[in-house]
């Protein structure tokens, strides 16, 4: 009988301190989950690791026996990129220190953590960091690729709030990486994906974010047009503190959403106005509300900032079906809309959505190649998601995925947000990395060579001179 990498490992892995799991072992099945149901990967191993120095153990097996890599924070990727078949699995889960030092107004996160707890622990000192809009998403896979979020507007990317990140890199080796150290690797770890090695650990900017006015605006799908319409000359002109991303779907059925609203298709807007003043957010609204029909729903109210983040969380569970489909986008035109409403109303389940995420604010505050993030100059990043439940609507979903995407993509900007796309190729990466993808593979050679960390958003190491 053939010995397993599992069994390998056992014997290899003398001081590796957290939990080796194979298939054979009792809960596998628990210890390799895909958050997106579609996909279905069986690991040779996974490394529950509690150190940055089981990282290095692990990632030197998989080096050793030439296995394939992967890497999970938080599980949440699209195109199931945190795992991956007769590999090993990094799994980051265990990593969950969180340090706020509220009077430098930085927190330090590990590497397993999800956007929830951070948001729980800076909250309660009355500070925040831009974190997405689901509170179940790993730090490391939402920092790493940009993180797009409620805070946007206001406080900017992720990437522009981290200050500094412990990494284990390819050859093992443990390094910081800051604007002082190692500030290629800093460089390119902003936006560039898990490219570059494995992330322990973030040190993240805090602010002052306490309690927000948040929640939905819905109008019927039926008037898509005209509120996305109004929703495009609005937002580019809103004060930074209003965050506001348009989206197509459906009423959630269940609580707080009136009865009578369960399901029925609609488009609108989810706000977040990062301050507790009721008055300066509803007038900083007023304009898009006073140039539109009355709402069939208007929700936002203060709540804590760990409230919103964590709105769409019981929406969307771990389990269900997945296909997405992501673009920057520059200009809406009046041919652009009418293709949103089209497809808007071809909505073909519940839980599918469309969402346009505003890009300006603080984050046009930093040129294009000052990150790895390059579309600074984008105005919107949208994303297009067929969602169900149930295994016999994969195909709907992802037929509408598609057919949405490719109507709009001839009116993009070319690339997409790499955190929300699927396993799309080298020539889509390429597309959204623009002209920081030479500098990226440049560095790629110089900290990953072999391409070890190569089950993400590739980029392909530059050739030696």
Known sequence: MSVTPAQTARQELIQFKGQLIGPDDSGYAEASPVYNAMIERRPALVARCTSAE?????????????????????????????????????????????????????????????????????????????????????????????????????????????????????????????ADENPDLFWAIRGGGGNFGVVTSFLFRLHEVSTVVAGPTFWPVEKCAEVLAAYRDFIPHAPRELNGFFLI??????????????????????????GEDTDAAARAMAPLLDALPEPMLHGPAPMPHPMIQGAFDGLYPPGDQWYWRADFVNEIPAEAIDLHAKFGAELPTMKSTMHLYPIDGAVHDHAPTDTAWSYRDARWASVF?????????ADDIKRWTVDYFEALHPYSAGGAYVNMMMDEGQERVRASYRDNYARLARIKAEYDPGNLFRLNQNIEPAARP
């Open 54 to 178: 089981d990282v290095t153990h692990a990632v030197g097996f998989a080096r050793a026996h030439d296995l394939p890599l992967a890497v999970r924070g938080g599980g949440h990727h699209g195109a199931g990129l945190g795992t991956c078949d007769g590999g090993v699995v990094v799994d980051l889960s265990p990593l969950k220190d969180i340090e706020v030092d509220p009077e430098a107004r930085t927190v330090r996160v590990g590497g397993g953590c999800v956007w929830g707890e951070v948001d729980q622990a800076t909250n309660a000192h009355g500070l925040a960091t831009p974190s997405g809009i689901i509170s179940t998403t790993g730090v490391g896979g939402l920092t790493l690729g940009g993180g797009l979020g409620h805070l946007t507007r206001k406080c900017g990317l992720a990437i522009d709030n981290l200050l500094a990140a412990e990494l284990v890199l390819a050859d093992g080796r443990h390094v910081r990486a800051s």
């Open 385 to 393: 998601a067929g969602v169900d439940p149930d295994p016999a609507n």
């Open 249 to 274: 779907g459906a009423v959630p059925p269940a609580p707080p959403f009136p009865e009578e609203l369960h399901g029925r298709k609609a488009c609108g807007v989810v706000w977040c106005y990062a």
